[in-house]
């Protein structure tokens, strides 16, 4: 037989099998046959199995059974590796699925099974190490037979068929000499192969080994250790263990990933991966780094702000994505994908308390709701007092950086025939939040000198002064002073899709559309004196509106897999911001803007096996893409009307091809290797924070659009009987025409092409189960770039970002029996100097630090109910996310800065519902 791993059998086995899977699946013993010629389909799957004998497979085994026979199976069929894919359901569901996917024969008495929950199964595995993680802590047993029949008993002991049936059928004789005779069947063949597969089945059953997780990185659903490229994924049960509650909170685990924040946690986020970010104040430039949630592009940067919730995983690819996802994506992108209704009941309850009055409410429901229609719906709520004490006595017990956040998601699912299905999903997210104070920093010496700044010394150690005399009012992070009683943080966001998916015969054809809005208010503090009478106010007003469609076809034959598809993307997006300087000046300063988008692309790729070992992919995508800016001068009282002069202010209008090529070596079973060059492109963008006065000093756009060069050689390989996984990465970019954003003499940002800019680094991803009670998980990152500016402005300097990071988790499980289990967790991430933008000045600027959390978890024996303690950033490491200096002019030139998180404590206790 080849090793296409292809079953060979005749049509009178297939039809016995049939029959005889027909004739018990649904009956209180259950025995079902998965297929009797199974074919995978997916061709990295059959190239990878091990050859077995025609006598080993499940139709033909099943032939013997029937007559009474045993069978010796292949010896290395125990040692296949199967890709599964069985959500989190009721026992018998999950076991069904199981037999199926993996082509087994199985029996089971429902009495057994029934009222148990198994565990989700994802990935590639073995049959013995699959079936220990679909059934862990449920109480029952497997036992295989030749590795072909699969049967289930309760706390070891074989089942008593004769009681079994006594119970089930009463005097019906006819109806138990039915169940009995499969039943005796399996019994037969538990009896052949015992003896040789005993043992092997209790050394396996002791061991660890990793979990896989699947993802979609290539537009399939595949093995992460499949996917030539540099990706990190995190599974549901990832982001509880690690306690992730808002969409950014990944990049504390992520190699060469991290966030920056112009108004705290809860404002826009810079995403920066591998040096690259667009930092901007006004968000109507997209970024670098594209976010996309259930395979939907978000053109808003403030998109992943919201709440995490009910999510399947979560996976971060680096490096520029311009074949398949293409739009933007020179950095690499952000893929959250929500959990999808299940035909079985499925959902959770779960309770967070924590310091500051915070409560957070989440929930999630599935199952079937007719035949063929299946529903889920998540709810999410955060709720607290707000992070930071104002001290100013003329408003007792405020505070700011309140949070108060609602997030909702519904999803339905119609099956169309056996084919078809379509997906409607909707999603809603509320917030009344208030805005946590910046520290405003000092510019002057001791002298307070017009022109005559502070040392770097003694800015960053907050001995510096401002115009006023006052220095640093409140360094302590949960401290401010404000002549405001709160200050709004208010969003809302809504939108849908609408998915249909089918087989065509030739193809399997997706098509998805989709909108999405999200409109903000975030209105900021400047004054920099404690004096009431002065009320300096910025209000930021952002809206945002888009339209997506998606078509895709993907197909395979005996040699290559294929995907081709369109996308179209529009969008509107509008932001006006006033400088108030007084409540009897309002608007002294501010600008509207608003942009219009229109995007079109054809992509394809092919996937080519040239040998056994050897696969060759190509892909490439053509993007044309139209962009208008308009601008509104600010007059009195509010009044803003469109600018007539458009001399300096084109429209963009450009057409791009991106392409990626990529071979794939695999070397053994668990040994990937690859090397890939690709090319990405982001759209031209505009300087449209310039206030109008500024027009014939600077430049207002649009930016051209900048294009890089990736070359990239990896490799995903598995260590120590899958108890090891080391995943590694080295790269090269090369950047033309790159888009940053510069500081002025002036409190202001010019966005604009900063010239070339090389960067390369290795990322190191590694995960380790040294024991059945012991993980650790480790990251680690370093990356150089080069600066070669035309306008000389950042010419030798280097990116806003770290020259190395390194991440950690380090988990410790202990058994208490019937008494459930505990897990005690360590986890944290430490980072090198960085300058904060890319003009590298001393003043912004963050030292070398690290952040630890550490948690306690316990679970009950079945996994149903669980509690959670845990301390966040536990050394209280005070470190900034975002600063901004400008040049002491006048005597009121200031500089701010934003602080992470402080340590923050919290309990969390979560059921889950089955």
């Known amino acids: 037989m080849s090793s296409m791993a292809k079953v060979a059998c005749s049509s009178a086995v297939s039809e016995r099998t049939n029959q005889a899977s027909r004739q018990w699946r649904g009956n209180p013993f259950h025995w079902l046959s998965g297929k009797s010629c199974p074919e995978s389909s997916s061709k990295r799957v059959q190239t990878r199995l091990a050859a077995g004998s025609q006598a080993g497979s499940p139709g033909f085994l099943l032939c013997l059974l029937i007559v009474g026979f045993g069978s010796a199976g292949s010896a290395s069929t125990a040692e296949v590796k199967f890709d599964f894919n069985v959500p989190q359901q009721p026992v018998h569901s999950a076991?069904?699925?199981?037999?199926?996917?993996?082509?087994?024969t199985l029996v089971f008495p429902d009495d057994v099974v029934r009222d148990k929950s198994a565990n989700a199964l994802t990935g590639r595995h073995t049959l013995q190490q699959g079936v220990d993680i679909l059934l862990a802590g449920t109480g029952l047993t497997p036992m295989f037979s030749n590795t072909t029949v699969l049967s289930i008993s309760a706390n070891g002991q074989l089942m008593n068929e004769g009681n079994a049936m006594k119970k089930e059928t009463g005097n019906h004789l006819g109806a138990s000499r039915k169940r009995l005779f499969p039943a005796l069947a399996a019994f037969v063949a538990s009896a052949f192969g015992a003896g040789t597969f005993a043992q092997s089945q209790s050394d396996v059953s002791t061991a660890p080994y990793l979990e896989e997780i699947v993802v979609t990185a290539s537009k399939r659903e595949e093995s992460l250790q499949d996917v030539s490229t540099s990706v990190t994924a995190f599974s549901s049960d990832d982001i509880r263990s690690l306690g992730f509650d808002n969409g950014l909170d990944i990049s504390d685990q992520v190699p060469n990933f991290t966030v920056q924040s112009l108004f705290g946690p809860s404002g826009p986020p810079f995403m920066n991966i591998r040096g690259i970010s667009t930092v901007a104040f006004t968000v109507v430039n997209e970024t670098a780094v594209a976010t996309y949630i259930d395979d939907?592009?978000?053109?808003?940067i403030s998109a992943v702000t919201g709440q995490l919730f009910d999510v399947d995983r979560v996976e971060v690819l680096r490096g520029p994505q311009g074949t398949l996802f293409g739009r933007n994506t020179t950095a690499g992108l952000v893929h959250y994908v929500s959990r999808k209704p299940t035909e079985e009941l499925d959902g959770y309850v779960s309770v967070q308390l924590g310091e500051n009055k915070q409560v957070i409410v989440e929930a999630a429901v599935s199952n079937t709701l007719t035949e063929g229609v299946r529903g889920r719906i998540a709810y999410k709520q955060n709720r607290d007092d707000g992070l930071q004490k104002n001290t100013n006595p003329a408003f007792s017990n405020a505070r700011a950086g309140v949070t108060d956040v609602r997030s909702a998601r519904g999803t339905l699912q119609f099956d169309i025939g056996d084919e078809w299905m379509a997906e409607v999903s909707a999603h809603w997210a509320d917030s009344n939040s208030t805005m946590q104070s910046y520290r405003f920093a000092g510019?002057?010496?001791?002298?307070i000198q017009v022109g005559v700044p502070c040392s770097v010394r003694d800015f960053l150690n907050d001995r510096c002064f401002n115009g006023a005399g006052g220095s640093d009012f409140h360094p302590d992070p949960k401290e401010t002073y404000s002549v405001f009683d709160g200050l709004d943080n208010t969003y809302d966001a809504h939108g849908g899709y609408l998915r249909f998916t089918g087989?065509?015969?030739?193809?399997?054809?997706?098509?998805?559309t989709a909108y999405e809005t999200f409109d903000s208010l975030s209105v900021q503090d400047y004054n920099i004196i404690e004096v009431t009478s002065v009320?300096?106010?910025?209000?930021?007003?952002?809206?945002?509106e888009q339209v997506t469609q998606e078509f895709r076809l993907d197909g395979s034959t005996d040699s290559f897999d294929w995907l081709a598809g369109f996308f179209y993307y529009s969008?509107?997006?509008?932001?006006?911001?006033?400088?108030?300087?007084s409540p009897d000046a309002p608007n002294s300063l501010g600008y509207r803007t608003a942009t219009e988008t229109d995007s079109y692309a054809l992509f394809g790729e092919i996937d080519f096996a040239l040998t056994d070992s050897i696969r060759?992919?190509?892909g490439g995508r053509v993007t044309s893409e139209e962009r208008e800016l308009t601008r509104y001068d600010g007059g009195g009282g509010g009044q803003f009307e469109p600018i007539d002069e458009f001399d300096l202010i084109d429209d963009v209008d450009e057409t791009e091809f991106t392409w990626r090529a990529a071979a794939e070596y695999q070397l053994a079973d668990d040994h990937l290797y690859y090397a890939q060059i690709s090319r990405g492109f982001k759209s031209g963008s505009y300087n449209s924070s310039i206030s109008p006065a500024l027009q014939g000093v600077l430049n207002t756009g649009p930016a051209d659009s900048e294009t890089v060069i990736n070359y990239e050689l990896g490799a995903k390989t598995e260590?120590?009987?899958?108890?090891?996984?080391?995943?590694?990465a080295i790269f090269y970019q090369d950047f033309e025409d790159i888009q940053q954003t510069i500081s002025t003499d002036e409190l202001s940002q010019v966005f604009s092409n900063a010239g070339e800019v090389a960067i390369h680094g290795v990322e190191l991803e590694l995960l380790y189960l040294p024991s059945e009670w012991m993980e650790i998980s480790f990251g680690a990152a370093t990356l150089e770039s080069d600066i070669n500016s035309h306008s000389g402005l950042l010419d030798g300097g280097e990116l806003g970002a770290p020259d190395y990071n390194l991440n950690v988790v380090v988990r410790f499980f202990q058994d208490l029996g019937n008494g459930g289990r505990l897990t005690y967790q360590i986890d944290g991430r430490h980072q090198d100097d960085t300058f904060l933008f890319p003009d590298n000045n001393p003043y912004e600027f963050q030292e070398a630090y690290g952040v630890w959390n550490a948690r306690l978890s316990w679970n009950s024996a079945d996994d149903t109910y669980s509690i959670t303690g845990f301390v966040e950033n536990a050394g209280d490491k005070e470190y900034v996310t975002y600063a901004l200096q400008s040049t002491p002019t006048t005597l009121n030139s200031f500089g701010f800065r934003t602080n992470g998180l402080p340590r923050l404590w919290g309990v969390k206790f979560a059921m889950i519902l089955q």
């Open 296 to 300: 939907v592009y978000q053109g808003s």
């Open 443 to 447: 510019l002057f010496d001791e002298s």
């Open 535 to 544: 009320r300096r106010t910025a209000p930021f007003d952002i809206e945002h």
């Open 616 to 618: 060759l992919i190509a």
């Open 571 to 581: 969008d509107k997006k509008a932001i006006g911001v006033d400088f108030v300087f």
């Open 719 to 728: 260590w120590l009987d899958n108890r090891l996984r080391l995943n590694a």
């Open 503 to 512: 087989d065509l015969g030739f193809a399997n054809f997706v098509s998805t």
């Open 95 to 104: 076991l069904m699925e199981f037999a199926e996917q993996a082509d087994l």
